[in-house]
């Protein structure tokens, strides 16, 4: 069994440290968690996640079709569905639609790098660019958890990442791209750019919210 901290995916974050630290130190997320982000700046944030979501599940349908016949696959295919389904019927605890409209610069931009990177020539490097989708909001989840009491007002939608089920999805795609790294260690050097690009694209996204 891999021991915890081993791996490319323990590597990859390590290398992204500042920019994990950026994340920690936004505004829109001290607020979140404090209780004292404010109603219009979340649903402005809903608003844009329920836009992204519709590229996201392309992008997992898409990776699904890449992967072997079997739990890699399914694993996607469940991201793509069970997953998206999950995270808007949440949205609509908080009044959230879909999203309609037009979205900002910083979602655009989060919303094209996860449809290219599913489209990436290696898989691994494909892999590793939509990691940060589940590792970021993981890591956030579960740092915001330790303040989300019962009358935090973003209670729910801090359950939902800081839940053992999203946790073990996050662990399961880090996995997923240790192994690969393994069979083919040409390909670390691409991955470790697109996971950092979708690090930063998670800060960015975040960051427009407030």
């Known amino acids: 069994m891999r021991e915890r901290g081993e791996g490319w995916s323990a590597e990859a974050r390590a290398a992204c440290g500042d920019l994990y630290a950026e994340i920690a130190a936004l505004p829109f997320l001290r607020e979140l968690e404090a209780g004292t982000l404010g109603a219009e700046a979340f649903s402005r944030y ?47 605890e908080f009044g959230a639609g879909e999203g309609g409209g ?13 449809a290219e990177t599913a489209e990436a020539e290696d898989l691994p490097v494909a892999l590793a660019g939509v990691l940060p989708c589940f590792a970021v909001y993981a890591e956030v989840g579960a740092r915001l958890a330790r303040s989300a009491g019962d009358g935090h007002p973003y209670r729910r939608w801090i359950g939902t990442y800081a839940g053992g089920d999203f946790a073990g999805d996050a662990a399961a795609v880090a996995a997923l791209c240790d192994e690969y790294a393994r069979r083919q260690p040409a390909c670390r050097p691409a991955m470790d750019a697109a996971y950092r690009e979708g690090v930063c694209l998670e800060r960015d996204f975040w960051a427009a919210a407030r």
Do not use: K, N, T
């Not at 037009?102 to 996860?114: F, I, S, T």
């Open 102 to 114: 037009e979205e900002d610069a910083a979602c655009r931009r989060l919303m094209a790098h996860v």
């Open 46 to 92: 809903l608003r844009e996640d329920g836009l992204y979501l519709g590229a996201y599940a392309q992008a997992m349908r898409r990776l699904a079709e890449r992967l072997p016949e079997g739990p890699e696959r399914a694993l996607f295919v469940h991201f793509a569905e069970d997953g998206v389904e999950a995270e808007r019927a949440m949205q609509a």
